[in-house]
Nanobody, 122 residues
C-alpha cells in the first residue's frame, strides 16, 4: 500500500513537499512515481524515480520539482518549488515495474496511493 501526504494550500511561488510511504510488497517495485489530475483533465505524469535513483520529469515541472526516494525508509518525496496555479491538482503516488519507455504512462503502474490535494493560489 501507498500513503501520500503533504498536500495543502500555498501561494504561487511557494513550495510544498509531498511524501509517499510504502508498505509491504510495494517497496520492491523498480519505479515509484507521481502523477496528478486536475478537474476535467486527464491524469498527467509528474515525475518518477527508479530504485537506483534515476529520475524522470514531465516537461511542465522540469526544473521546479525534485523527486527522491529513501529506500531504507520505503518513502518517496516530491519537492515542489516555484509553484504555479496550474500545478493545482490531486497528486497521486504510484509504484510499478514498467519498461523504460513506459515510465511516464500511468497505466504501467499497478499500485496507487489515495491522492493528496495541492492548491496553488495566484
Amino acid at each position: 500500500q501507498l500513503q501520500a501526504s503533504g498536500g495543502g494550500l500555498v501561494q504561487a511561488g511557494g513550495s510544498l513537499r509531498l511524501s509517499c510511504a510504502a508498505s509491504g510488497r510495494t517497496s520492491n517495485y523498480r519505479y515509484a512515481g507521481w502523477f496528478r489530475q486536475a478537474p476535467g483533465k486527464e491524469r498527467e505524469f509528474v515525475a518518477a524515480v527508479s530504485y537506483s535513483r534515476y529520475t524522470y520529469y514531465g516537461d511542465s515541472v522540469k526544473g521546479r520539482f525534485t523527486i527522491s526516494r529513501d529506500n531504507a525508509k520505503n518513502t518517496m518525496y516530491l519537492q515542489m518549488d516555484n509553484l504555479k496555479p496550474e500545478d493545482t491538482a490531486v497528486y497521486y503516488c504510484a509504484a510499478g515495474s514498467p519498461i523504460l519507455s513506459q515510465v511516464r504512462e500511468h497505466s504501467a503502474y499497478g499500485v496507487w496511493g489515495q491522492g493528496t490535494l495541492v492548491t496553488v493560489s495566484s
